[in-house]
């Protein structure tokens, strides 16, 4: 058997034995009783009795060995600006704006909303909370009011803290403004906002006895000492809202130690980081990947983390790679969607820096086409690692975990199982596991392991009615998504469960149609809806983003071209999946997380309503969808 195989097969024969093991890689201010209490499934309960915190674990901890090392480097490619800080350095902001939170009357269990751009104060913010033991909920900077308004509500938290703005591509985002709309529109408002002035918009209201300016209330506490907050292992440490690629976002509430372990193994066996090396995350804290892998995944870790406020276009499309040279980034983590923006760039900027000492690129967040993994990873001739997650599980599900074992990349897949995970692929008619190459599917059985959600906040029920209750008789996770493994236990995800068409009763995967066109050179991006159709219950209609404009140039051409494409189809799954049009566009729909609004182009495909738009990161997208449905139909 492979090492990782018996790593993996550790973790769930000897649960305990393992992850009382990976617990060691975290600080406790008191040692757990108990590594699970499972005695209410499906609510796991990890490290029982044990006091920790996630502040401590992530830069107090590490200030005898590594105070005068890098812990965070700030570069904005948006203002110019940079800003670095060691862990003494960072120990002392978050000191003072725990003191400052402290001020306004946030305690132990106490909500605060983060909306904030990808700036300093808002990790500061973060870790100043968990000192506190505060739970804290950050809302990506640059959702409207309305999806900011709904969170509060949710959340319902006691402060908020934001920016006058943030800036992206150049153009400023009014963060100030966004938030008065959304306390209007909110029915629980906090009392208290504090603003981080960065001098964008110069001209933001403030509301008198609830605003409040950071940098004012920062120099009353410049030598303010906040001690840490212990906390229980299952306490609440924060509140993260899914996507709602689906729907209405779920609060994903995660734990305290079960987290910090999580990560902290994460960190070792996955990602390969070392103490003192540097990770550089290019999603936003925002995120989960973000929130997990630039803030507390590094920081436990005792590595030095980017937080980079920019596009990876501008100034030119080897900006990243500028920062991973000049400071000898080891550890890299990016999503599918960066990868196609960059694909669509020149490969020279790629081969512009000495990358030598980065060891993997990771990325994660929505599937990574076979095409895109093998073009990424010759361009940049480094390791590129496909991972599996969700905002649920805070960490990956699939992935390959080289700091165990080396197993070779195949691309299209995120490999295998992390440790922890009981995964298996289940058949929908029946729950019984799938063979090889069978489709499922993807779930995990419960205990999920630590670091994944605990429950959705202040909703138990809900949290086993949407996860647990998809088979009948057997409580199992669901992920929602498909899945297949092949001969040698390679996975690939196939798509969501609920983004399938039924074409002449053949049930197809939108994601495999669309991996099917993407089989065509020229096709950079395509998304697949199923619409309504009179005979045949659904068609599938792809939209595609080509690579080279040229060759759709006239309408012949791009005839000649939508042919070609659906000809690739037939030969990849067969004449049954080859879509009934194939538009080209310029720009697909998609949540600001890069995930592609299937359910939006396919109200507009059947002429309805395209919903609820408060994720979409360019709603231009959306007028060319309407604009070349309306060319076919002419
Ligand atoms: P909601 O659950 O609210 O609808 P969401 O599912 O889009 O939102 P996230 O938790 O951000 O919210 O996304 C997780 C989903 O992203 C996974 O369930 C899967 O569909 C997709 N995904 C993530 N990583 C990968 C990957 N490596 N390959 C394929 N799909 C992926
Ligand atoms: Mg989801």
Partial sequence: ???????????????????????????????????????????????????????????????????????????????????????RELHAEVNRCAAVIMAQGVAKGDRVLIYMPMIPEAVFAMLACARLGAIHSVVFGGFASHSLASRIDDARPKLMITADAGMRGGKAIAYKHLVDEAIRLAQHPPHAVIIVNRGIDKDFATVAGRDLDYAELRAQHMDTQVPVTWLESSEPSYILYTSGTTGRPKGVQRDTGGHAVALAASMKHIYCGHPGETMFTTSDIGWVVGHSYIVYGPL???????????LPIRPDAGIWWKIVAENKVTVMFSSPTAARVLKKQDPAYLRKYDLSLLRHLF?????????????????????????????????????????????????????????????RLLRETDAAEAGPNEKGVVAI???????????????????????????????????????????????FILGRTDDVINVAGHRLGTREIEEAVQAHPNIAEVAVVGVADQLKGQMPLAFAVVKDAARIATPELRREHEKEVMETVDKQLGAIARPAHVHFVTLLPKTRSGKLLRRSIQALAEGRDPGDLTTIEDPAALDQIRAALAAASA
């Avoid at 599980?393 to 440790?419: C, D, H, N, R």
């Avoid at 209750?469 to 057997?474: Q, Y």
């Fill in 1 to 87: 058997m492979g090492a990782y195989q018996d790593f993996h097969k550790r973790s769930i024969d000897k649960r305990d034995e393992f992850w009382a093991e990976q617990a060691r890689l975290i600080d406790w201010h008191q040692p757990f009783e108990r590594v699970l209490d499972y005695s209410r499934p499906p609510f796991a309960k990890w490290f029982v009795g044990g006091l920790t915190n996630l502040c401590h674990n992530a830069v107090d901890r590490h200030l005898a060995e590594r105070g005068e090392q890098k812990a965070l480097i700030y570069i904005s490619t948006e203002t110019g600006q940079s800003r670095t800080y060691t862990y």
């Fill in 300 to 310: 436990i870790r005792g590595m030095a983390s980017i937080l980079y406020e920019g």
């Fill in 363 to 423: 990325l994660a967040g929505e599937p990574l086409d076979e095409p895109t993994h093998r073009w990424m990873a010759e361009s940049l001739g480094r390791p590129v690692i496909d991972h599996y997650w969700q905002t649920e599980t805070g960490w990956p599900i699939l992935t390959s975990a080289p700091g165990v074992e080396q197993t070779p990349v195949k691309y299209g897949s995120p490999s295998f199982p992390a440790f922890g995970y009981d995964l």
């Fill in 445 to 491: 059985v419960p205990p999920l392991p630590p670091g994944c959600m605990t429950t959705v906040w202040g909703d138990d029920e809900r949290f086993v009615e949407t996860y647990f209750t998809s088979f009948r008789d057997k409580l199992v996770y669901t992920t929602f998504d498909w899945g297949i493994r092949d001969a040698e236990g390679y996975h």
